[in-house]
């Protein structure tokens, strides 16, 4: 296969909506092939024109990009709480008759595949916050006040008075007598 300018923009495309290693979160090499209808050696040498590196570059960035933001949003509606509304609808079989318009009888009667709605339901679901998501956005987003940080400065109360000396021994005036008699 060919690589030519708009085989390139296919393929940017692709890597915004998917990414491509060695991004963390993107597509693997081999689904980006699969996808593009192309085999691993075939990529290899596009690898080598720098239209199609710089092109790929940039839709890894912009994948990068968006799926940050959306993680960010979800994150942020999920440490939130949010509200859901879920629809079904019933759908009946749809006949069709058709009639010959000379005789006004009827030529066929068939079902469509795209039926008629009869009923539309509607149900609201409530996720309340997620206290962990919620310390995470304000870990992130308020380090200032939320940080989890230890406190490890030390304090010391030091008094400036000299604390009484504690002298260890016997005093003078319980000194054994022998050894008064000797001092004199």
């Given at each position: 296969m060919k690589l030519n300018a708009a085989k390139i923009q296919e393929c940017a495309a692709w890597v915004e909506k998917n990414g491509l290693y060695p991004q963390p979160c993107g597509a693997s090499v081999k689904m980006f092939c699969e996808a593009m209808g192309i085999s691993f050696p075939t990529y290899q040498r596009w690898e080598q024109n720098v239209n199609f590196v710089s092109a790929l570059s940039?839709?890894?960035?912009?994948?990068?990009?968006?799926?940050?933001?959306?993680?960010?949003?979800a994150l942020i509606k999920a440490a939130k709480g949010v509200d859901f509304t879920k629809t079904k609808a019933e759908y009946h079989a749809q006949?069709?008759?058709?009639?010959?318009?000379?005789?006004?009888?009827?030529?066929?009667?068939?079902?469509?595949d795209k039926g008629v709605?009869?009923?539309?339901y509607r149900e609201t679901f409530y996720y309340p916050p997620d206290v962990a998501a919620a310390k995470y956005v304000l870990n992130n987003m308020d380090p200032e006040h939320w940080k989890e940080k230890q406190d490890t400065s030390v304090s010391l109360d030091v008094n400036t008075e000299q604390p009484p000396v504690i002298v260890f021994g016997t005093p003078e005036s319980q000194e054994p007598d022998e050894t008064k008699e000797e001092q004199q």
């Open positions: 940039r839709a890894r960035e912009v994948f990068r990009q968006t799926s940050v933001r959306e993680v960010s949003n006949v069709v008759k058709e009639y010959d318009p000379k005789t006004g009888k009827k030529v066929k009667e068939y079902t469509t709605k009869v009923k539309e």
